[in-house]
């Protein structure tokens, strides 16, 4: 395999949603218009999103990194073959997700705010990848001094800025609960 400058980026998502383990129990009910609603404390949400939504989620997030990982490693014969890998393979199944997760209904305005944050950070990766299938050359020396190339760079920086802020809003969001994350054992992504 050619060393260039995409190789590298991989898994950021995987381990930006990572469930962790917490426990929680407290919710409350209010009556409005003749319903009653159920109003979930944020920490209640906090911990279904952690403990429940996220690895609903995660499985599929792995899977499609993985073969990110073997695209550009084991399997890489040339940036053509990438090219096709990236759009038959990744690109489509990788927006998919984003349309699910995309879809999670959150109250907390403090969770919606770090939810968006993950999805910035799927989003400017997809853009990325996108990118990669343009870009007349991926691997090689010149790759990442073309204009191209840096703004896919730059795109890939922004996806680990966007998951650590993620992750960060998760963590103090779980301080702020004295909620206790712990982060699960990542799969392999080199099967």
Same mark, same amino acid.
């Given at each position: 395999m /050619? *060393? @260039?400058?995409?190789? &590298?980026?991989?898994l950021?998502?995987?381990l930006? !949603?990572?469930?962790c383990?917490?426990? &929680?129990?407290?919710?409350s009910?209010?009556?409005?218009? @003749?319903? =009653? %609603?159920?109003?979930?404390?944020e /920490?209640? =949400?906090?911990?279904? $999103?952690v403990?429940?939504?996220?690895?609903?989620y995660?499985?599929?997030?792995?899977?499609?990194?993985?073969?990110?990982?073997?695209?550009? &490693?084991?399997?890489? *014969?040339?940036?053509q073959q990438?090219k096709d890998?990236? /759009?038959?393979?990744?690109?489509?199944?990788y927006?998919? #997700? $984003?349309?699910?997760v995309?879809?999670?209904q !959150?109250q &907390?305005p403090?969770?919606?705010?770090?939810? %968006?944050?993950? !999805?910035? @950070?799927i989003?400017? +990766?997809l853009?990325g $990848?996108?990118?990669?299938? /343009? !870009?007349?050359?991926?691997?090689?020396?010149?790759?990442?001094?073309t204009?191209e @190339? +840096? =703004?896919?760079? +730059?795109? #890939?920086? %922004?996806?680990?800025e966007?998951?650590?802020? $993620? *992750?960060?809003?998760? *963590?103090?969001?779980a301080?702020?609960?004295n909620?206790?994350?712990?982060?699960? =054992?990542m799969?392999?992504?080199?099967?």
């Amino acid at each position: 395999m /050619k *060393k @260039g400058i995409f190789v &590298s980026f991989v898994l950021v998502g995987t381990l930006a !949603l990572s469930a962790c383990n917490m426990s &929680s129990t407290t919710s409350s009910s209010s009556k409005g218009n @003749g319903q =009653e %609603q159920k109003k979930v404390s944020e /920490k209640e =949400e906090l911990t279904t $999103y952690v403990n429940k939504t996220v690895p609903g989620y995660r499985d599929e997030e792995v899977s499609i990194m993985q073969k990110y990982t073997k695209a550009v &490693s084991e399997d890489y *014969k040339d940036d053509q073959q990438l090219k096709d890998t990236l /759009k038959n393979d990744i690109i489509p199944p990788y927006e998919k #997700f $984003y349309k699910k997760v995309s879809s999670i209904q !959150l109250q &907390s305005p403090e969770l919606k705010k770090a939810h %968006q944050k993950y !999805l910035d @950070g799927i989003n400017n +990766q997809l853009t990325g $990848y996108k990118s990669m299938v /343009k !870009l007349k050359n991926l691997t090689g020396p010149n790759a990442e001094k073309t204009k191209e @190339g +840096q =703004e896919i760079a +730059q795109h #890939f920086k %922004q996806t680990i800025e966007d998951f650590s802020e $993620y *992750k960060k809003a998760v *963590k103090d969001l779980a301080d702020k609960h004295n909620i206790k994350l712990t982060t699960p =054992e990542m799969p392999s992504t080199t099967n």
